[in-house]
């Protein structure tokens, strides 16, 4: 059964940086694609980045781009958003998403596994 377990989440001040790690269980996912999307208060789930297998490719949504960057370890099948320079409207729930697929989607639905989340707190 696959598992996705994310860590790395907490309050930060406006300016600061944070890391969020996913470790992925149950199977091999060296062909597959990871990322993150995220969800605020009152507001749509929205993708925020992701990864291909090899890790070579990554795509991220226009709001992070520049601030966040997306590695991945395949060794460890363990994916890290490194997220700087945050602001107030980063704050939001972040859930570690995983498809059985290498094209890197922006829906939430094309992804097959999620995360419980891990909770983001910028303050201003």
């Known amino acids: 059964q696959v598992q996705l377990v994310e860590s790395g989440g907490g309050l930060v001040q406006a300016g600061g940086s944070l890391r969020l790690s996913c470790a992925a269980s149950g199977r091999t996912f060296s062909s597959y694609a990871m990322g993150w999307f995220r969800q605020a208060p009152g507001k749509e789930r929205e993708f925020v980045a992701a990864?291909?297998?090899?890790?070579?490719?990554?795509n991220f949504a226009g709001s992070v781009k520049g601030r966040f960057t997306l590695s991945r370890d395949s060794a460890k099948n363990t994916v890290y958003l490194q997220m700087n320079s945050l602001k107030p409207e980063d704050t939001a729930v972040y859930y570690c998403?995983?498809?059985?697929?290498?094209?890197?989607?922006?829906?939430?639905?094309?992804?097959?596994?999620w995360g419980q989340g891990t909770q983001v707190t910028v303050s201003s």
């Open positions: 990864v291909s297998g090899s890790g070579g490719t990554t």
């Open positions: 998403v995983l498809r059985r697929g290498s094209y890197l989607h922006t829906r939430a639905e094309e992804y097959d596994y």
